[in-house]
């Protein structure tokens, strides 16, 4: 059986939790979870540390293997244990999905996660209201970027759903959750229609819902 280190809080490990849900491998049946990081601790014993020496959340293993970086693992897991194949193996779909993946993880995610950080995990007398709204403003023009994408395909990598649209509509679930919670902290959200219809389309025809975190307890 797999064994899954992380929180459920944890965007990461959600990444990795959708990623399964799609495979329709579960939770206490085909793999093991195990909270762990932030209030959990666990991951920064000699343990984890030996599978993951950054002491960092998700980290897989599965047999001999362990692995973590979050994106990384949604690529092993539908290369390795996509057996009804849910998602695209086409190498024009592959390595659309992959550059999307790099995106969030390179360029959209450091924007927006100074927002999230200064509002969700910095004391508010500490807190740089000037940056966080800049970053949420520059990640709305990064977010504009895959809406022209959109504009001439339902998902991020063509016609069909593929691991690389998972992490885009985690980090776009937080960009609305901000905005709904800290609405004056964060300034306007940009209003894109492309987008908009790529999160109902995800919400209705995956597994998303299993992993979204609709209220805030992102903050813990």
């Known amino acids: 059986m797999m064994r899954l280190w992380g929180r459920k809080s944890s965007i990461n490990v959600q990444k990795v939790l959708w990623c399964l849900a ?4 579960k939770e206490g049946e085909d793999f093991e979870r195990i909270d762990a990081g932030l209030d959990f601790g666990k991951n920064r014993t000699p ?31 539908a290369h390795q244990h996509d057996l009804s194949k849910r998602f695209p193996t086409n190498i024009a779909g592959q390595y659309s999905s992959e ?13 927006l ?6 509002l969700t995990r910095t004391p508010e007398s500490e807190r740089n209201y000037g940056a966080i709204r800049k970053a949420y403003q520059d990640t709305n023009a ?3 970027l895959l809406d022209q994408q959109l504009a001439n395909q339902p998902y991020c990598s063509g016609n069909t759903f593929n691991i690389g649209d998972i992490p885009l509509a ?36 995956t597994q998303y819902s299993l992993v979204a975190e609709k209220e805030l307890n992102i903050v813990k």
């Not at 995106?103 to 959209?108: A, I, N, P, S, V």
């Open 22 to 25: 799609e495979l329709g491998l």
């Open 47 to 77: 343990e984890f540390l030996a599978l993951n020496p950054n002491g960092l959340v998700p980290t897989l293993e599965d047999g001999d293997l362990a692995l973590w970086e979050s994106n990384t693992i949604l690529r092993y897991l």
């Open 99 to 111: 550059k999307w993946m790099d995106w969030q993880l390179g360029t959209m995610w450091p924007t």
């Open 113 to 118: 996660r100074v927002t999230f950080l200064g």
């Open 142 to 144: 990064l977010l504009g």
């Open 170 to 205: 985690l980090c776009v679930s937080r960009w609305n959750l901000l905005h709904q919670t800290f609405p004056d902290q964060t300034g306007p959200r940009l209003t894109l229609h492309n987008l908009d219809a790529w999160m109902k389309r995800i919400e209705e025809g």
